[in-house]
C-alpha cells in the first residue's frame, strides 16, 4: 500500500467519525482534535479501525503520532514498509 | 403523549402511521411526534386495533394528553362501552418530572376506582391511570400501580436525530403526508420519487429523511435542541439551589495503572479514562443513596439503582446525557462497551427516551480539550452533576518535596435541598478514593 493508499484509508476512516465535515479539507499538519473536535473515544476509534483495516495494531504509546493526518500517513506508511509487502 | 427529558411541554403529532381500523402490534411504531430537540416515534405497546386517533395532525398538545384509543381485541371494539372511566379528559401536565410516560392507548376495560391523589400522581407521570391493572382491593389502582407504570420500560419511544433506518420497502401508491411534503419541499425532493413506509405506502417523514440530510434541516433541528436545553438549564438554575464542591486529585498512579493495562490490550479493548471516573463514580453513590435519585414533588425519591447519565456532545451541537443502568455492576470492559455504544447512538439516532430520563445522576468529561474545571448545572429532577476538567500536570508536594503529577480537577454540583455540604464532601471523597485505587474498580 503506498503513501496515497494509506492517505486514503485516513481520510475515509475519519469520514466517517466526523461525517459532517470533509476530512480532505483539513490542514494535514493540523491538530485533528481540534479540526475535527475529536476527542478521546473519537480518537481511540481512529486507531482501532485504521488497525484494523491494515491489520496491524497501534499500541497506545504511538497514538499521539496520528493526531494529526500528516503524522498519520508517515507513521503507517513506515509500519507498513518495516512489516513487509 | 409523553414527557421526555427535563423542559418538555408539548409535542405536536406530525404524522399518523396508522388509521382506524388498523390492527396493531406490540412494538409497532403508529405515530411521529415533534418535540424540541428531536422528532420521535412513538411506539405502541400492546397487541389491538386502532379505535380512534384524538390529535389530528399538526395538532400540538400537551404532554399528558391521551393521542389515540386502542381496544385490545377487534371483538372488544364492537361491544357496548363499559364504565364512564374510560373517558379520561387530557391530563395535566408534568410539572416537575421527566420520568418516561408515553401511555398512547386506552384499552377497554372495565370501571376503575382511582383516588385523586393517585390520579393526580399519574397525571404527573404523564400516566393514562384508566390503563393500569389496579393491585389494591377490588381492583383499585394504587400509587405502587402507578409508580410501577412510570418505571416500565414496556413503552420506549425512539429518539430520531438523524437519518433513520431504512424504510420498509412498499412500493409507493403516490401519497405523501402533509410533513413529508414540506420536509421533501424543503430538500429539493420530489416525494412521488420516493419509496414510501406509512400506512398504504404513503411517503413519510422518515421516508425523506432517509433519501437525503441537507445542511438545512439538520440546522434547524440543532437550533430547537438548543432551545431545549436552554430551558431546561433555565429551570435548572431557578428551581435548584446548587451547591458546589472540588477537589484536585493526584491521577498519575490511576494513568499509569490504565497505560500498563491497555498496553498489553489490542486497541478495541482499551479503557478510556473516563471510564474509570464512571466507575468510581458509581460505586460512590451506590454507597451515597441520597445523591442517586430524583427530586420531585417536594421530597428526594431515592432510585434503587445506580443508572449513571454520561453527557454526551453532538457533533452537530447540543448535547445530550443518556444513562449507563447499574454502572455500579459492571465491569470495566462493560462499561466501556456501553459508553461506546451510547456514544454510537446517541449521535447517530436510535437511543430510547427512557435512557435519558432514567438517569439518577450525571458526569460530564470536558476532555483533553476542555478547561481545567468544570462546575455544571444538575439536570432536574437529578441532584447531582459531576463535572471532570483537563488531565493535568501540576506541581505537586510529597512529603516535603515538590514533583509534577498529572492531575484531574472533579467539581461536584448539588441539590441543597437533597444534601448538604457535608454529605456531598464526604461523596466526593468516596469517589476519589475509588478512583486513586484503580485496581478495585
Known sequence: ?85 | MPALGAGMESGRVLEWHVRAGDVVHRGEIIALVETDKANIEVEVFEDGVVEELLVPEGAKVPVGTVLARLTSTPEARTAAPQAPDRAPAPLPPPTATSEPAAVVSDVAVHSRVVSPLVRRLAGQRGIDVTHLAGTGPGGVVTRHDVEAAATDRATSVRTVLAAPEAPRTVRAAGRASPYARRLAAEHGLDPAALTGSGPDGAVVARDVLAAKVTPASVEGSAEAMRQAIARAMERSNREIPHYHLGETVDVDATLAWLEESNAQRPANARLLPAVLVLKATALALRDHPDLNGHWIDGAFRPVAGVHLGVAINLRRGGLLAPAIRHADERSLDDLMGALRDLVERTRSGGLLGSEIADATFTVSNLGDRGAESLQGLITPPQVGYLGVGRITPRPWAVDSTVVVRRTVYLGLAADHRASDGHRGGRFLSAIISHLTRPETL
Do not use: K
Not at chain 1, 484509508?9 to 466517517?16: A, K, R, Y
Not at chain 1, 493540523?30 to 475529536?38: K, Q
Not at chain 1, 473515544?41 to 503520532?65: C, K, S, V, W, Y
Open chain 1, 1 to 85: 500500500m503506498n503513501e496515497h493508499d494509506v492517505r486514503a484509508l485516513v481520510l475515509e476512516v475519519l469520514t466517517g467519525i466526523a461525517p459532517e465535515t470533509d476530512p480532505a479539507a483539513v490542514d494535514p499538519g493540523a491538530d485533528l482534535r481540534d479540526e475535527l473536535d475529536l476527542d478521546s473515544m473519537d480518537e481511540l476509534n481512529l486507531i482501532t479501525r485504521i488497525g484494523e483495516r491494515l491489520g496491524i495494531d497501534i499500541p497506545e504509546r504511538d497514538a499521539a503520532r496520528l493526531r494529526t493526518i500528516e503524522g498519520a500517513v508517515d507513521y503507517l506508511t513506515s509500519r507498513l514498509a518495516s512489516t513487509g509487502p
